[in-house]
């Protein structure tokens, strides 16, 4: 079972108590009605959708109920870190995405089986 | 025809458990959901008579009332000798948010020397000493349902669910206490 480390509760709890929450540090445009429909667009609906490393909002649904951001890489599922929601995003020095090549994928397990 | 409607206990009849972990129906209790600032917590504990636990997973207790830390800002007042808390908590000159909950929760009680385990057996919440000494406290998950676990001794815990799920919590409680007791 992941294990998510909650700012809040200040120890790492179960993933089932989680609750994903979408992208984090995705700024509202303070002119909101003067936007373009095209810059509306880009702040609602568009997402970057990275392979590696990305930041995401959670919430701890079942536990303290509060919206947290963390830093997890989409490939191996790894949490790198976990901060407080309103903090900036942390350096991470040392920190390089997974590659296709770290994690076990279908392909290089079964891709032969029969 | 009855002149009046009988409130009836949510596990009244219920009765489960081993030798190495009782599972029984708390008795019935007044409960209060208590959001408030930081700016409000001593106004808050001066009117209730506790001290609002500012730690996570800590709470307070005295002569029967507790007040458990489940947020930053949201605490559980649970009083089992029935006193009204939401009126207690309205006589602090500060800013909050007290609902009463009273009768949405009811709470399992589990003692014994296994107690912990058959709590683990649907939670996975650690419940070592190390990290969940008596007096801690969290809401997390049990089986499919939302609880808040309460330590109260080093063998006792008092497990605190909604009313509707309270047959299931019951249950799965009996359940893991049977199987802690093999």
Redesign the interface.
Known sequence: ?LLIYCP????E??E??FRHGGDAHIARPTNIADITDEEFEAFFFLRDNPKGLIFERWRHV?????FFNAARDTVSDKFFASYKAGEPKPDLPGISPATEKTVETYEATEGTAK | MAEQALRKAPLGGFHGGSAAAHVTAAGPATRLSLRAGADAVSALSKALGLDLPQKPKTSASANGRHALWLGPDEWLLIDENEADLAALAAKADALHSAVDVSHRNTAVLVAGARAAEAIASASPHDLSPKVFPVGACARTVFGKIEVVIFRTGEQEYRVECWRSFAPYAFALLAEGAEDAGL
Do not use: P
């Open positions: 079972m809040y509760c200040e120890e709890r179960s089932l108590e079942h536990g303290c109920g509060r």
